[in-house]
């Protein structure tokens, strides 16, 4: 499931500088490093160390938190023990500083290879938000080593995988860090499970994360962000009908007295009830495959679930109508059949849940601002004159001061397509920007660059010859329940990844492929026959 895009812009994009006069913009990073030190700072550490034979730090390998464990080695007494576990594995760099800071000795150092983590039955994730960004533009490859050791992992568990194929530097990085470890080892004749691994860049398809993906779980990423199978939802949304807490007309002397002194809080324990009412209006909620309704429609376009959840509804409502009705020994039996296969008790929790989620989203997608986002993407995917008419209406819409994250994604998705788009439709674009959101926004612009979603130079194969090559638009698309093809999770757009996939079943990446070609950087391990044989195996 590709991230949503304000996260994804949060994340990858955030300043690397601090302008004077501008509030600090959020980053992940620092806030987790200034909440694990301020949780330091706020705890009693003398207390701490007197009541406990030990003390444990888990955390990630990051260079400014191994800082904080080092100034808080002064704190705490030399006889005490002191275990810090690195979480996926313990870095070079924090080795050395831990060196430098003379507390490489004091402290007992060990590694939890927290790797690939199953989300669904067929999701895993690694679960690294910044890994990205790392790469683009920090240059940090250590997850490159992360995803080499849990693709090993994996190969531990269920036999060496035959086919391996990798498309993009990094990915083809990965694969040579696997292949070099494998021609040292024996070769061992124990079966795989799995038949074959594709590994893709995320810069060879940045197209498929700029555009929105018009499917059910789609647009619940979209509007209310998906993170590991959780989405947070304001709980009007989910339950509208639950009655507020009603207030009593009549007050006491002793009511008027605590409200008086109520008003008398400090200024942090105002703060304090803020926050605990805020918790209180968002719910979290659990979608997966799992979930009997979401499973059934997640993959749907959203067009066709309006249409699929009144049919269910009714069904359950027809099953549950005839509880009580007189029956002969086989309707029972049939009547029973059916209530196991639609497990319609459990059904009936979840939907009205679901079918406020529904409504709620319906109400955003039929939206004008987000029916006009659409309508600009997929004009600039169709053709040359859409490009150019978004890129001349991208400018207006920055002076409307619309959502930033969404302006960004365009301008971005329309300097991939142009591959450069003109200079002074760029220059212009940018200027309007920063303008508008002020000057702390020309970085955020500068890292977009520097991690190629913004492109106001030549790079890679043009949209027109990836468009024809690999048939990523069908403006014919048929919205069915069973679609032939991908493109109608975009509409009309077919996510190049997946054609990836395709043509790597059906013909193979070989070097002289003038389809895969266009793509720059391939490389494949296994045999030179893999392809064929991948063809016919059962995946």
Not at 450 to 470: M, N, Q, T
Request: aromatic share 6%; with cysteine.
């Amino acid at each position: 499931m590709d991230p949503d895009m304000e996260s994804f812009f949060h994340i990858v994009c955030p300043p690397m500088e601090e302008i004077p006069g501008k509030p600090k913009p959020e980053d992940p990073i620092r806030d987790s490093i200034k909440s694990f030190t301020r949780l330091v700072e706020n705890y009693n550490l003398d207390e701490l160390v007197l009541e406990q034979p030990a003390i444990l730090f888990l955390l990630k390998a990051n260079p400014k938190l191994a800082k904080t464990i080092i100034e808080l080695m002064g704190k705490i007494p030399a006889d005490k023990k002191v275990i810090v576990i690195f979480v996926p594995r313990y870095t070079m760099t924090c080795r050395e500083l831990f060196e430098e800071g003379g507390i490489l000795k004091r402290v007992e150092v060990h590694e939890l290879a927290f790797e690939l983590l199953p989300l669904e039955k067929d999701v895993m994730t690694l679960d690294d938000d910044n890994s990205y960004r790392n790469l683009a533009l920090g240059y940090d490859f250590n997850i490159l080593t992360v995803i080499k050791h849990s693709i090993q992992r994996l190969e531990a568990l269920y036999g060496k995988i035959p086919l391996k194929f990798a498309k993009g530097h990094w990915s083809c990085t990965v694969l040579n860090g696997i292949r070099s470890r494998e021609s040292k080892e024996e070769e061992e004749s124990q079966t795989s499970e799995i038949d074959a691994l594709v590994l893709l860049d995320r810069s060879v398809d940045f197209y498929s994360v700029l555009l929105m993906q018009m499917t059910y779980e789609g647009i619940v990423d979209e509007f209310l962000s998906i993170k590991t199978g959780i989405i947070r939802v304001d709980e009007k949304i989910v339950d509208p009908d639950a009655a507020e807490p009603e207030k009593n007309p009549e007050t006491t002397e002793e009511e008027k007295g605590s409200e008086a002194g109520s008003e008398e809080k400090t200024e942090s324990e105002e703060k304090k009830v803020k926050v605990v009412s805020v918790a209180k209006e968002r719910v979290l909620y659990m979608i997966s495959a799992d979930d009997i309704m979401f499973g059934e429609t997640r993959n749907l376009h959203f067009n066709l679930m309006k249409e699929q959840f009144p049919k269910k509804h009714k069904e359950i409502k027809t099953v549950l109508e005839k509880k009580g009705a007189k029956m002969s020994v086989a309707e029972m039996t049939e009547y029973v059949k059916k209530m196991r296969s639609l497990n319609v008790y459990k059904l009936k929790s979840v939907f009205n849940i679901e079918l406020n989620l529904l409504g709620y989203l319906d109400t955003q997608v039929a939206s004008s601002e987000f029916k006009q986002m659409v309508t600009m993407q997929l004009q600039a995917i169709t053709t040359e004159e859409g490009l150019k008419e978004v890129a001349q209406s991208l400018e207006l819409e920055m002076l409307k001061c619309k959502e930033k994250t969404k302006l960004l994604r365009v301008l971005c998705l329309l300097s991939l397509l142009a591959n450069p788009l003109p200079k002074d439709v760029y220059h212009a674009a940018t200027k309007t920007f920063v303008e508008v959101f002020g000057v702390s926004e020309a970085l955020r612009l500068m890292n977009l660059e520097r991690a190629g979603v913004l492109r106001r130079e030549k790079s890679g194969p043009s949209w027109k010859s990836l468009k024809d090559s690999f048939k990523l638009i069908d403006e014919d698309t048929k919205l069915e329940t069973s679609p032939e093809d991908i493109t109608y999770s975009y509409t009309i757009y077919g996510p190049l990844s997946v054609r990836l996939v395709e043509k790597l079943l059906d013909t193979g990446w070989s070097g002289s492929d003038s389809k895969c070609g266009v793509m720059g950087s391939c490389q494949s391990a296994g045999a030179e026959s893999g392809a064929q044989e991948l063809e016919g195996a059962d995946t």
